[in-house]
């Protein structure tokens, strides 16, 4: 099974709102990285968030980790219409094998 | 930089046939890993290789999946024989040779088997 779960599976928004996502995870991580998917340009890396790390930022990205409860939140804010996408948490563990979760689907409505 | 690089985009074979993917990863790149999304899922590791070497196959169906990287540069992932359930897109990856950076993904290869 796959280690992340995101939360929630589908989201819409309008435009120029904040969309927030979660993620839950089962066990110990090296760290955690958010995916943006899209059909034009395939599966792009976001952030990465270690995990002695409690909050990152990048653009209008805010990543927080929380390593006791196992979980992770991503928050767009000011979102645009090419926001729309769907947005995985992939944790790595030992090495570097990344386990992605399920996915949430953004879509961002003008 | 080029990005990773994959070949054919799409495919359609029928059960029971053969088929082979191509990827050619960032220059430098040390780790190259190719996924399977089945559609509505997140991707799933297959393999995972380090230069020319397996460092994870855990998940590969070895009974019809193969894969190589020979001289640790370009990789081929093959199914033989296909069966319905690998309709899915297959995705190629690659990385610095650093434990838990950032992967690059190709922009895949969609399967369907009829």
């Known amino acids: 099974s796959q280690q992340g779960e995101e939360d929630p599976q589908a989201l819409s928004i309008q435009e120029g709102e904040n969309a927030t996502m979660n993620c839950s995870y089962k066990t110990s991580i090296n760290n955690l990285q958010w995916y943006r998917q899209n059909s034009g340009r395939g599966l792009v890396h976001l952030i990465l968030?270690?995990?002695?790390?409690r909050e990152k930022h990048s653009g209008r990205l805010r990543v927080t980790l929380d390593t006791s409860k196992k979980s992770s939140s991503l928050l767009i804010t000011a979102s645009r219409a090419a926001d729309t996408a769907s947005y995985f948490c992939a944790v790595t563990g030992g090495g570097n094998k990344l386990t992605f979760g399920t996915g949430t689907q953004l879509k961002v409505e003008l | 930089e080029a990005g990773v690089a994959q070949s054919p985009r799409y495919k359609i074979i029928e059960k029971r046939q053969s088929v082979a993917f191509w990827c050619n990863p960032i220059?430098?790149?040390?780790?190259l890993y190719w996924y399977q999304q089945i559609l509505g899922q997140g991707p799933k590791l297959l393999i995972q290789?380090?230069?020319?070497?397996?460092?994870?196959d855990s998940q590969l169906p070895k009974d019809r999946f193969s894969a190589e990287r020979l001289k640790g540069v370009d990789s081929t992932l093959k199914i033989q024989p296909a069966k319905l359930e690998d309709s899915a897109v297959y995705l190629c990856a690659s990385s610095l040779e650093r434990k838990g950076n950032e992967q690059f993904f190709g922009p895949g290869t969609r399967l369907t088997v009829l």
């Open positions: 968030i270690r995990s002695n790390e």
């Open positions: 220059s430098g790149h040390a780790t």
């Open positions: 290789f380090q230069n020319n070497g397996v460092v994870d």
